[in-house]
Every structure is written in C-alpha cells, then in structure tokens.
C-alpha cells in the first residue's frame, strides 16, 4: 500500500546509539542523482503533490510551476517502480501557480486536480481515468493566492476548497459534489498573510478545525469550527512575530489527540502538543536557530510506526527528523543541495518497495527524487 502525506516535513534520528539500539530500526538514508531530476530545466516551481493519476495503481507527481511569473505545470506518470519517462502538461495556459492539489472533485472515482494561482484565475480540471485533464470551471477570485487545500469542511461527503491567500481573504469554496464551487466563504482575516492551511479535527468534536500558517506579523493560529462552518474562534500558535510557512496536524506523541508542527524562516522550527481540547499542553523546538524553513511534511519514514517530520529549507540543506514515539524528534539525517531552494515537498512511496520517499520542489533548480533506502541496523 502506498503511504502518501497531505501536506510536507523533515527526518532526523535521534540518538543512534540509544534509540537505534532500544527499536532496532533500519535508520535510511535519501540519495538523488541525475536520473532523479523531473526534467532538465530549473523551472520556478512552488509545490509538488503526488497522486494515481492514470489509475495503474503506482504515484505519479503534479509539479506546479511559475509562482509570479507564468509557466506550464507538469504532469509526471510513473511507468512503475520510480520510471517517470511520461510527461504531459496541465492545461494549455502558462500560469502563475502556486498550487496543483490532486483529489476526487467531481466524485466519478478518479483524481482531479485544483490549480491556485497568484494573480491569475484559479481552475479544476478534470481527469478522463488515464491521466488527461480537461479544463473544468473556474473557482473564486483573483488573488495573490499561495497555496490550496482540499478536504471536506461541511462534511457533505465531497471534497471542498481553502485558499491560503497572502494579500486579502482566506476563502473556502464548497462543492456541489460535481465538481462545481459556491460563492467564497471568507475564514480568518484579511491580515493573516496566510502561506499555508491544515485541516484537522483539534477539539476532537467531529468537526474539521483550521490551522493557519502566517507571514508579516499576523501570527499563525488556530480556528475552531463551530459545528456550522464557522471559524470565528481564534487561538495564537506561538509568538506572533514568527514568519511561519509549513503547518501539519499530526499525533506525534501517541496520546490520541492532535499536534500541530510549524515550519518556521529565521527561527526553529515548533510542535505544539495538543490537550485534546482548545488549547497546547506544551511546546518542543527543532531544527536550525537561523532556519529558513518553508515546507513540510509529515510521514512514517523509517517504518517504525511512529511520524516522522520532513522539512524543506531554503539555500540550507533538507532535513528529516525521526519521533521517538513520544513526539521528541532527533538530531536531523539532512539531505539534498544547500544552494537549492526548496519551496515544496511530497512524501509517498513512488518505486513501491515499501519505504516513504521524498520528492522536493525547488525553485529556480531541478526537482528531484530522493529514494528511501535502507542504510543500517542496529541489534537489540
């Protein structure tokens, strides 16, 4: 089975001789080499999402390219076990896109894709079954959006539609269940400078709850669904003058309730831990003081049970950070290019050998493949 993260994060193993030791773990390691690029070109792609696109049961990956300046986005399909030597473009138009989130939109059992764009017309488009997308509507305003979420916020049994917008209003788009999106429905407020969403039931009462991850001095927060989709509720996540870009909901230390795990430029990186309630127990760091992180993801990246966070860095080197099952990460196994800027990453199982890989979206370099692989194991 294919072991795929919504949103992106870092792995890191925390003391290899005693917690290797204490779980007997493979500790891996993620190599890339030119055989693992998307393409040749440095294009300036802001994310990457992996999904079944043409139905043969292997991921393939969505680039989206061009950010404020407009390009093609890419569809790459695997021809099995990790050999991308299909590529098609997304539509016609180059755009200025932040975001190609693939999920079931029109409700036929395929996976289709929402395009968010800065500045430019946001549109679905829809698959055939293999792989080819026709331009479905356009959903919501022109905005300098900078990334999508899709999930279902009304609990309607059908996939809807955050933007993350960085100069006006967060909007949520419900669907008609055909593919078809309301009027917006504004969440937040228009100074959030909102970068990134999570979608996660914090309160633990049914109800999906927002996480927002800000920029410019707004402060990242927590909004709590009042049953009605309504997010009036707001709680601060940490200082307000912290410039975060990744949030992931996630259960690292095992006690049924979610934390939540920032991302963060010029500061560490943070995981609150949840009560299960309204509010966070406590509070952990990781990662680099001078960081420069803006993306994220969360996984299962030594087959441990336990999830791992995967981080993307700007001009540093990637990072991965292993949870010793009580949501304590290690000191980072680091990875890639320390001149790449990494804007975006996908995790999920794309040669189909068991293990969680990582695929990177940079910006102004190739977008590569790292493959998990095995590197040690320790005796209990």
Request: with cysteine.
């Amino acid at each position: 089975m294919h072991r795929i993260s919504l949103n992106i994060l870092l792995l890191v193993f925390l003391n290899p001789l005693i917690t290797d030791a204490v779980r007997g773990v493979q500790m891996p390691t993620f190599p890339t080499n030119g055989r693992l690029t998307l393409g040749p070109e440095g294009m300036l792609t802001a994310s990457v999402h992996l999904a079944d696109l043409d139905s043969d049961h292997d991921l393939d990956i969505i680039v989206a390219n061009g950010r404020h300046w407009p390009q093609r986005n890419q569809l790459f399909l695997n021809q099995t076990r990790n050999r991308f030597t299909v590529q098609r473009p997304l539509g016609s138009d180059a755009t200025t896109t932040y975001a190609t989130v693939p999920a079931d939109l029109d409700g036929d059992g395929d996976i289709d894709i929402a395009v968010g764009n800065d500045m430019a017309p946001n549109r679905v488009f829809f698959n055939d079954g293999k792989g080819r997308f026709a331009p479905g509507g356009i959903f919501g305003e022109t905005a300098s959006n900078r990334n999508l979420t899709l999930a279902d916020i009304d609990r309607d049994n059908d996939i809807d539609i955050l933007t993350a917008c960085r100069g006006g209003h967060n909007m949520i788009y419900l669907n008609n269940g055909k593919g078809s999106f309301s009027e917006g429905i504004p969440y937040g407020t228009g100074d959030d400078s909102t970068i990134n969403v999570a979608v996660g039931d914090f309160n633990r009462d049914g109800h999906p709850d927002l996480a927002l991850a800000n920029r410019g001095g707004s402060g990242s927060c927590l909004l709590i669904n009042d049953g009605f989709t309504r997010f009036e509720s707001r709680i601060q996540i940490g200082n307000p003058q912290t410039q975060t870009r990744g949030i992931a909901f996630a259960d690292l230390n095992q006690d049924g309730n979610l934390d939540l795990v920032t991302a963060n430029i010029g500061a560490e990186n943070r995981v609150f831990f949840g009560d299960g309630n309204t509010a966070f127990r406590s509070v952990s760091s990781f990662g680099r003081a001078d960081g420069k992180s803006y993306a994220l993801g969360v996984a299962d990246m030594n087959n441990d049970q336990q999830p791992d966070v995967v981080i993307g860095n700007m001009q540093q080197l990637n990072s991965v950070f292993f949870n010793d099952g009580s949501g304590t990460l290690s000191e980072p196994i680091n990875f890639g290019d320390p001149s790449e800027m990494t804007y975006g990453v996908a995790l999920g199982d794309v040669n189909d050998d068991g293990r969680v890989d990582i695929i990177v979206a940079n910006s102004g370099s190739p977008n590569r493949i790292h493959l998990n692989q095995k590197n040690r194991k320790t005796k209990n």
